[in-house]
């Protein structure tokens, strides 16, 4: 039976709770009621359909393993009513196939439990604006790489994103470390900027061998048909460009740390996915070779598209962590 929960504010976007433990549900409704009409409250996907059908809510937040019909049963017959309901998976499944199944059958987000309180309610309001939400660790086959030897942030703003590369890159140089920044040539001058800012020379820094700054730009003629042959090419350079750092790093006995918006920037002019996740590969071949760590940026508003979701798994699991923001 279900239980209907009502809030005043019924302008605020309607949600249906499905799962078949009784202490999440109420869990659930209590976080999202300030911000959601909680429409109603079910224990199976098969009452999810039911009432999915008459209140026709804004969002769905299904878990994975439930009774009579399972989240995954339940979302792939919400699509086939041609249901406008966004969904939202929250579960306890730490699975690689898990999160591409997810996504392969169009929800917006993939919520872990044990990140209830932090992420269900950034991945609601991605959910409505069309866009994606993952929570972190999401991926368990990250956990074959060195922890946090490769790390993924997703971003929405990509100021926000600079700035924080901006940070490490400020603390790395004072503590006398290496640093190789591949961004756009916005990227480039933003970072120039804060670090004039920070009273930090980097034109020394640079002169020194302690600073490497280069476009993505300045390479991106190389990726002129966007097509995966085209990497071939674009690895040699790639790698030409890092040995400079690499070799510093290991001759020196110092730590290299490379910030990249590589791939960012490259569905951003509008690439081929594949070509982007080509070269996320391209960089977590090379970790083990050399000591260094790599944190990538990833713009969210670029994976909210149906092509970009077989992947979108491929991109995360070339990664030591996923962090979302």
Known sequence: MSAAISVPCTHHPTVLIADDNPAILQTVARVLSPQFNVVSTVK???????LAARANPDLIVLDIQMPRIN???AARKLGNTKSVS???FLTAQEDDDYVSESLNLGARGYVLKHRLHSDLLPALNLALNDRFFISPHAFSGSSNLQPARHVLQFYRDETAFLRQVSDFTCAALRNNELVFAFL???GITFIGHRLHDAGINYAAAITRGQLWLFTVESMSS????GEPSDLKTFD???RTCLRLATDRATNDHRKLTIFSDVMGTILRQGYAYELAAGIEAVWNEMIPRHSCTVYCGCPLKQLGTR???QVLSRICCNHGDVIAR
């Open 184 to 186: 756009d040539k916005n």
């Open 307 to 309: 092509a970009s979701r």
């Open 222 to 225: 190389l990726l002129l048909r």
């Open 71 to 73: 989240g995954f049963e």
């Open 236 to 238: 040699v350079v790639f």
């Open 44 to 50: 199976d996907g098969g009452q999810a359909l039911d």
């Open 86 to 88: 966004k969904i939202v």
